[in-house]
């Protein structure tokens, strides 16, 4: 029987994975392992995948959606389902506004790093390299894509592997894909697994269970209970290439705390549908004496039949029902229970008239929930990417570049509405109190690069002086 999606069980939570560590590290990986391995992770990747199909809004996703008729006994039954997106909208606006805009990846140019790297033409080499990294993964979709999953439900996957160019490449995997073996978090694997369903041509379904290690892809396939080895190739990296991003310590999409008031928005909401489509508000009272397939066939056209009752009939014989609906309090308890959505979940309700007519820092105090949240997230994929430099750097060092991981540097925008006349006035400020030219312009924002910036101003700057100095010749001394 299958379960209703309401909150999760403790038994649903990400496992941990501690023991199955120093198994692996005393006796290697097996099949048996393997099974025991996935039967731990299998009720956390179930309840995962259901969030990820109530995200996608299909058949069976929704809980309204199997919602069945009040009166079964009724052959044709009106019975609405209506869906109000909340779930989708608090993991779009939370995704688009961490994930909006690219976050800029870049190697430091201090001394310290040319010292580490090997000089100021080893730091553009291992510049290049990680542009081209970047641009070759399309990290902003990769980037994008991982946040949406960890804001479904709670971690996202990411896996670096060589492609057939022999070029280093990162890609998201669905987190229900994705375990992690660690005895420090699940950003520093020492072991991961990704398991994920196939089907042959002949439509025949198998199961493709990958295992990494510091060196070697293992690969089995077949039913779960019953895996055969495949093949063991390296993965061209010095590290377990196949790594997880939390969106909190707790593994928890960021809409799950309010899934009970969601699901009660949908059952009013149905049930106010039902009440409009059946006309059942109002009907047509008629004392009459039919039988029972007329009297049937009246009620589907909204009309009452009551029985004639003794030999006199009846001075009134047809007359309107109404139903006292208290609409006010269904709208009020409506907006109570959309309030705490958007409250709860920490997102801000663009339909708000404050919301919208709020600015500078009153806009801020209004995001400030949905702030803490992608700070959160934000501390996690800076995390992250302390192991992706590394499982990059082991590679590209095997190439002569001698990277050093600490040196990379990261940058997060918000996709935040921009005020560029307070940023202007504010960069002014900051110039009239001496602070550094380079901060100056790091501090507005959709400047991802600083030192680009700097370089055209600097070669603006030469230009116009030698226009000056070409005019200053042509005219000559004393003119």
């Not at 990986?29 to 039967?39: M, R």
């Not at 052959?75 to 109000?84: A, E, G, L, R």
């Not at 801000?348 to 400030?368: E, I, M, R, W, Y």
């Amino acid at each position: 029987m299958k379960r209703e999606l309401v909150v999760r069980t403790e038994k649903e939570l990400l496992p941990s994975f501690y023991a199955f560590v120093d198994e692996i590290d005393k006796n290697g990986i097996s099949p048996e392992l393997l099974y025991k391995i996935i039967q731990r992770h299998r009720p956390n990747a179930q309840y995962n995948r259901a969030l990820y199909n109530r995200y996608m809004a299909v058949a069976g996703g929704v809980p309204i959606f199997d919602r069945m008729p009040r009166y079964e006994d009724d052959p044709n039954p009106i019975n609405n389902k209506v869906n109000s997106d909340f779930f989708g909208e608090i993991v779009d606006f939370s995704t688009g506004y961490f994930a909006g805009e690219p976050i800029s990846y870049s190697y430091s140019r201090t001394a310290e790093a040319e010292g580490v790297t090997g000089g100021a033409e080893a730091v553009d080499a291992v510049s290049k390299r990680l542009t081209d990294f970047t641009v070759r993964s399309n990290m902003f979709g990769v980037d994008m894509e991982t946040t949406k999953n960890a804001k479904i439900y709670g971690y996202s996957g990411r896996l670096f592997y060589i492609d057939p160019d022999g070029q280093e490449r990162v890609m998201a995997v669905p987190g229900y894909e994705t375990i992690i073996l660690s005895k420090t978090g699940i950003a520093e694997p020492k072991y991961a697994v990704r398991y994920y369903e196939t089907a042959a041509v002949s439509g025949k379904k198998t199961w493709t269970v990958e295992f990494y290690d510091n060196t070697y892809i293992y690969t089995y396939e077949g039913l779960l209970s019953r895996l055969s080895f495949v093949s063991q190739a390296e993965h061209g990296f010095d590290y377990c290439p196949l790594q997880g991003i939390e969106n909190n310590k707790e593994c928890m999409g960021d809409a799950e705390k309010v899934l009970t008031e969601i699901d009660d928005y949908d059952k009013v909401l149905s049930d106010n549908s039902n009440e409009l489509e059946a006309f059942v508000h109002a009907m047509l009272l008629i004392a009459l004496d039919l039988d029972d397939d007329e009297a049937r066939k009246a009620q589907k056209s909204g009309i009452l039949i009551v029985p004639q009752v003794g030999a006199n009939p009846v001075q009134d014989p047809a007359k309107w029902v109404t139903k006292n609906i208290n609409d006010a309090f269904t709208e009020h308890h409506l907006q109570r229970v959309e309030d705490n959505i958007y409250r709860f979940s920490k997102t801000p309700n663009l339909n708000d008239q404050a919301f919208g007519t709020a600015s500078g820092v009153a806009l801020k105090f209004k995001l400030h929930g949905l702030e803490t949240k992608c700070a959160m997230f934000e501390a996690s994929m800076m995390n992250a990417a302390q192991h992706m430099w590394r499982v990059l750097c082991s590679s590209w060092n095997k190439r002569g570049l001698n990277a050093d991981p600490l040196q990379f540097c990261m940058e997060f925008h918000r996709n935040f509405p921009l005020d560029k006349l307070s940023e202007a006035q504010a960069a002014q400020a900051w110039l009239a109190a001496k602070m550094p030219m380079e901060w100056v312009v790091s501090q507005i924002a959709g400047v991802d690069d600083p030192q680009y910036v700097l370089d055209m101003i600097e070669q603006e700057t030469g230009d116009v002086a030698g226009l000056y100095d070409a005019a200053a010749a042509e005219l000559g001394p004393g003119e």
